[in-house]
Every structure is written in C-alpha cells, then in structure tokens.
C-alpha cells in the first residue's frame, strides 16, 4: 500500500471537520444520531445492520483520531529517514578518507620502491 500524500490527508481531514459535530450514536436500531444532545440530535445515516451503523458511528471520532496517529507516524519516518541519510553521508564521508588514506599508502609505497 502506497503512503498517503499530504493532500489525501487533507482531504479526508476536511470531509471530517465538515461532518455533524460528534459524538455520533447508533440510536434505536440502525440510525445513527449526531450532535451534542443525543436525544434530540439529528440522523446522520441510516444503517440496515447493526455492525454497519457501529462502524458508521465510531468513524466521527476514530477518522480524526487516525489521522493524528497518521500525522505523528509520519513525523517519526521522515525524522528517522533525515538521521539515517546523515548518518550514510557520514559513513560514506569515512570510508572515502579511509580509502583516499590507504591510496596515498599504495602510491608512497611504490614510490619508494616496496
């Protein structure tokens, strides 16, 4: 699975902050009630099964609660990528003084006759 682009995230972040404020119940057998007050809050949708208007009525606070867990994980691999292409110009830095080091034994050693 590809990573998701940055504008991906801002789209489904937008679909979520347009949606019925939250939380979101599964309320009287598949209509799912969004809004401060459950009692009196407005059907956001209509689910025929009971897992479905579950899933439906998790999704107002567990889309935004992915997207945060997307967010920091992202952070962590492009920390973690920057550490690891510093730490490879490092070691590539090294090994090029190691060699040009061990170029100018070889050529002093011919040199000399050995």
């Not at 979520?16 to 809050?41: H, R």
Request: charged share 40%; no cysteine; proline share 2%.
């Amino acid at each position: 699975m590809q990573r998701l682009t940055q504008e991906q995230l801002e789209a489904i972040r937008e679909r979520a902050e347009a949606a019925t404020e939250g939380p979101w119940k599964n309320f009287d057998g598949g209509y799912i009630v969004g809004g401060s007050e459950i009692a009196v809050g407005e059907v956001v949708a209509e689910a025929e099964r009971d897992a479905d208007a579950e899933f439906i009525a998790h999704a107002r606070e567990d889309i935004p609660a992915l997207l945060a867990e997307v967010e920091r994980m992202q952070k962590i691999i492009n920390e973690w990528e920057q550490s690891t292409q510093q730490q490879l110009l490092e070691e590539t830095q090294r090994i090029r003084k190691e060699l040009d080091r061990k170029r100018r034994e070889r050529d002093f050693d011919w040199d000399i006759g050995y």
